[in-house]
């Protein structure tokens, strides 16, 4: 993988956009203020920078750079984070030189360039030049206004308890600047996700609202300049009707009780004429006024509860030490009070596609005749919200593992007696891979069972298996592929065939697999474990890029 840097990459997506352009504009800055040995001024803005990154691009962009959006977005997410990682990875040397060597040396192997003494350090190489034609200050303002929007619903949401998992209805943003109307609807898709809302208004006039301003003295400011006039002031500064607070809010001074007072002097904050409106909160920073409604319906309640199983499966899952590409099947008990019991089990039937699309697995109610014996992980937890109520969840292999790869393959165990390892030995070979593709040979058979019995010295190996007319052995000669989905046994010694009575055989691989499908080339089938308990990849997630790694 190669990425190219500051080349003439110009994206299209927003949030790339953004990043690039917010890069820049620090580089621009943090050299003006460098020229002037301005040092305090360019450590706030870096650690600015850091949040910026992990905590609004990256997190609003996973999907994209995870590829569940398709490659080109991908690819376009993966370019414009790495283009910004090798600039601030340069910019930030002089500050944090042990970490940015680091990354540095993480990241140069990407590079389109000769390694070589040049390049072998971050610190050889010079500050990054910015590219003022990356630098957009109109999606920067238009960012900055969308996280504003995002951190006053968040805001809300905490003073009113209600967590992020339960949908609310609607969000309601207060500007009269119709430009910011136009930056926030462009920008409307990451603030319903972020604040898992199902609408969002923009309007100038707040009145239809029942929205009001307040004010609040500044106790200790006011009690040391105003002594004990400070009693009879107070509450005068709290009975202001909102249109005097709103010419104070735009004048920023005001008489009260004869004493002149500014806005250090007095806080204001907005809120809802319960008699107007009783379903939204508000809260406000600068220019911008945020009401959220704090009144989800039962159906906004009910996503909720499924939003809470999804979280504690997953927290399972991670417990379990789950890969988010392995497949299991999880089984749910509900034990408490009835009605609450009742509750549950009606939300998981209505979500029951949605959790399962969320988890990747398919979701049961426990039985008495659930199999637990190949129990991956288990957890009982109460339910949030709804009181006297548990959860019981339990992980196991998916329903569907006895199921056959794509490829013909054949088991290979030892045959009984024999000295050529342990008994419980199991392990599978593949007869193709991908199908119908790279099929096995007899050399190749002989090779890989010296592999999996551990076998370092070459030494003869006889092979058995059960065909239509009895006991067969293999030579050079046998079509292996006559044997798919069938089990070989070895053994060190020459066995009189019409004496031979071999075990029963398994009708599934003996190795857990998964099955990768190529572009063009159909699937391969790649083995998990060889031999039986002996992991060979940690996850199907690792087994899929194994795969298509490979060249066919």
Request: proline letters at 5%; hydrophobic letters at 35%; charged letters at 25%.
């Amino acid at each position: 993988v190669v990425f190219s840097h500051n080349d003439s990459f110009v994206p299209t997506n927003i949030m790339d956009q953004w990043i690039l352009s917010f890069t820049q504009s620090l580089i621009l800055f943090v050299k003006e203020e460098m020229k002037m040995y301005r040092l305090y001024t360019v450590i706030p803005r870096l650690v600015r920078f850091i949040d910026q990154l992990t905590n609004w691009y990256v997190r609003f962009n996973r999907k994209r750079i995870k590829g569940d959006l398709g490659q080109d977005q991908c690819l376009q997410s993966i370019q414009s984070l790495f283009s910004v990682l090798y600039s601030m990875t340069r910019m930030m040397a002089p500050f944090t030189p042990f970490l940015t060597e680091y990354m540095f040396q993480n990241l140069r192997h990407l590079l389109p360039w000769k390694l070589d003494d040049s390049n072998a350090s971050v610190h050889y190489i010079m500050l990054p030049r910015a590219r003022e034609d990356l630098v957009n200050k109109e999606i920067e303002e238009t960012v900055s206004r969308m996280q504003t929007v995002i951190e006053l619903g968040r805001y809300i949401r905490d003073k009113k308890v209600v967590p992020i998992k339960f949908p609310l209805p609607e969000v309601v943003v207060i500007h009269q600047d119709s430009s910011c109307h136009r930056q926030l609807q462009d920008m409307n898709h990451y603030i319903l996700e972020e604040l898992n809302v199902r609408k969002l208004i923009v309007a100038e006039d707040d009145t239809k609202y029942g929205v009001k301003l307040t004010a609040e003295p500044d106790n200790d400011r006011l009690g040391k300049r105003l002594k004990g006039e400070f009693k009879k002031v107070a509450p005068a500064i709290k009975a202001l009707p909102d249109h005097q607070l709103r010419v104070f809010q735009e004048k920023g001074e005001i008489v009260v009780e004869g004493f002149n007072l500014t806005s250090e002097d007095i806080h204001l904050s907005y809120a809802v004429d319960s008699s107007l409106s009783s379903q939204y909160y508000a809260h406000a920073e600068q220019d911008l006024l945020v009401l959220l409604d704090v009144t989800p319906s039962q159906e906004m309640l009910d996503e909720g509860v499924a939003r809470e199983i999804i979280n504690k499966i997953q927290k399972l899952r991670k417990k379990a030490g789950l890969q988010p590409a392995d497949q299991v099947d999880v089984l749910y008990e509900v034990t408490g009070i009835e009605t609450s019991r009742v509750d549950i089990e009606r939300v998981i039937s209505v979500h029951k596609e949605y959790i399962e699309n969320t988890t990747r697995g398919p979701l049961s109610s426990k039985t008495p005749e659930s199999d637990l014996g190949q129990l991956i992980g288990e957890d009982e937890q109460k339910m949030k919200g709804l009181s006297g109520v548990s959860l019981h969840l339990w992980i196991i292999p998916p329903s569907n593992q006895l199921s056959q790869p794509k490829c013909r393959y054949i088991n290979i165990e030892l045959y009984p007696g024999s000295l050529l390892g342990e008994g419980s030995f199991r392990a599978s070979l593949l007869l193709e891979n991908p199908q119908r593709k790279n099929y096995l040979t007899y050399n190749e058979l002989v090779y890989e069972s010296h592999l999996l019995l551990g076998i370092k010295v070459k030494r003869k190996l006889y092979f058995y298996v059960q065909g239509k007319d009895g006991v067969t052995n293999i030579s050079t000669a046998t079509d292996l592929l006559s044997f798919a989905n069938n089990t070989i046994f070895i053994s060190e010694k020459e066995l009189p065939l019409d004496q031979q009575t071999l075990p029963p055989i398994s009708t599934t691989p003996h190795c857990p697999f998964k099955d990768v499908e190529l572009n063009g080339l159909g699937y391969c089938t790649v083995l998990l474990e060889n031999p039986k308990g002996h992991m060979t990849l940690s996850s199907h997630q690792d087994a899929e890029t194994f795969a298509r790694q490979i060249k066919y």
